[in-house]
């Protein structure tokens, strides 16, 4: 099970934290990914961090100005977001993947999905 948090309303430039907390299984057993849809559009791939916390992977849109981590002790991954934009705007979801694949950007290679927290970004 996952729980996603901390979206909200925030100006253009700023930053928030998303945090995605797993139960079940532990992070050190999962890839987990970040993905989000803004109405009208598909679903995107954000961010990912593979199952030993070694690599992490990135949209060109968000790459530079988004940090995924993970607190194996809280079981927790976290999306840290700055330099919001308006464009950033959406539905965000974090994603688990038991057999860590290779095509992280693949919504369809994940297993278990959180229940969405809304980021807002005025500008």
């Known amino acids: 099970q996952l729980q996603a948090s901390g979206g909200g309303l925030v100006q253009a430039g700023g930053s928030l934290r998303l945090s995605c907390a797993a139960s079940g299984r532990t992070l050190s057993s999962i890839a987990m990914g970040w993905f989000r849809q803004a109405p009208g559009k598909e679903r995107e791939f954000v961010a990912a961090?593979?199952?030993?916390?070694?690599?992490?992977y990135y949209s060109d849109s968000v790459k530079g100005r988004f940090t995924i981590s993970r607190d194996v002790a809280k079981n927790t991954v976290y999306l840290q977001m700055n330099s919001l934009k308006s464009e950033d705007t959406a539905v965000y979801y974090c994603a688990a993947d038991r057999g860590g694949s290779s095509y992280y950007s693949r919504g369809s290679e994940y297993d278990y999905w959180g229940q969405g927290t809304q980021v807002t970004v005025s500008s």
């Open positions: 961090i593979t199952k030993s916390g070694t690599f992490t």
